[in-house]
C-alpha cells in the first residue's frame, strides 16, 4: 500500500529533551511538510521541503528542525527550545509537478512533554 | 493566500445531502478551492478541487459561483462516517508556495 507513516503515535517526553518524529512516504511525491495542530485550531506549517537536501521555514519555525537527506523521508526534531511543544504533528507530502497539489497527510503523532 | 469563511458547526441527518458553504471572497483569479476533512486525532484526508467549474468525484461535489466568491462542498448522501470537521482552503497551484492555509473549518456532525 502507498501512503504515509508517522511514528510512534503516541509520545511521551520530559520537559528540556529534544524528540525526533518519524515520517516516511512510498508515494514517490517530491514536496514534504509538517504541521502542528493544537486543540480546536487549524492545521499550521512548521516547516516544508521541495526537494531532497532542501526546505524552507514554515509559519512556526522556531524551535524545531528537520532534515531532508532522502525522497522518503523528512524527519521532525522537537527541540527544548520549543516553549509549548506538546501537540498533534502531522506529516504531510504531495507532487511536485502538474496542477494538482492536494497534500495526503499521514496518521499524525501526538507528542506530550511534561 | 485568499482567506475563507466557515459555519463553525452544522448538522445533516444521515442519508440526506450535507452542503456545506465556504466564503472566499478574495480569492484571486488563480487560486483554486481545495476541500479536506479530518475525522477526530486522523490526519486531514483530500475530498475536491477546483478552479471555475463545478466539480464531482466519488466522494463529493463542489460547486463554485460564478463569480467564485463562494462554493458549497456537497455530501449526497451523508453516512455517520462523514461526522468530521471539514476545511475550505483556497491557494494557488503556481509558483514555489505550496503551503495551505487551514482555518478552523466546519465541524459536521452526522446524525443517525
Known amino acids: 500500500d502507498g501512503g504515509i507513516t508517522q511514528s510512534p503515535k503516541y509520545l511521551f517526553r520530559k520537559e528540556g529533551q529534544n524528540v525526533t518524529l518519524s515520517c516516511e512516504q512510498n508515494l514517490n511525491h517530491d514536496a514534504m511538510y509538517w504541521y502542528r495542530q493544537d486543540p480546536g485550531q487549524g492545521l499550521r506549517l512548521i516547516y516544508y521541503s521541495q526537494i531532497v537536501n532542501d526546505f524552507q521555514k514554515g509559519d512556526i519555525a522556531e524551535g524545531y528542525s528537520v532534515s531532508r537527506e532522502k525522497k522518503e523521508s523528512f524527519p521532525l526534531t522537537v527541540t527544548s527550545a520549543q516553549k509549548n511543544p506538546t501537540a498533534f504533528y502531522l506529516c504531510?507530502?504531495?507532487?511536485?509537478?502538474?496542477?494538482?497539489?492536494?497534500?495526503?497527510f499521514g496518521p499524525g503523532t501526538r507528542l506530550t512533554v511534561t | 493566500d485568499a482567506k475563507t469563511t466557515q459555519p463553525p458547526s452544522m448538522d445533516c441527518a444521515e442519508g440526506r445531502a450535507a452542503n456545506l458553504p465556504c466564503n472566499h471572497s478574495?480569492?484571486?483569479?488563480?487560486?483554486?478551492v481545495y476541500w479536506y476533512r479530518q475525522i477526530h486525532s486522523q490526519g486531514p484526508q483530500y475530498i475536491i478541487h477546483?478552479?471555475?467549474?463545478?466539480e464531482t468525484n466519488e466522494m463529493a461535489s463542489l460547486i463554485i459561483t460564478e463569480d467564485r466568491k463562494s462554493s458549497t462542498l456537497i455530501l449526497p448522501h451523508a453516512t455517520l462516517r462523514d461526522t468530521a470537521v471539514y476545511y475550505c482552503i483556497v491557494r494557488a497551484n503556481a509558483g514555489n508556495n505550496r503551503k495551505l492555509i487551514w482555518g478552523l473549518g466546519t465541524s459536521l456532525a452526522v446524525n443517525p
Open positions: 477546483g478552479l471555475k467549474n463545478n
Open positions: 504531510a507530502s504531495s507532487i511536485f509537478a502538474g496542477s494538482s497539489y492536494e497534500q495526503y
Open positions: 478574495t480569492i484571486s483569479g488563480n487560486e483554486y
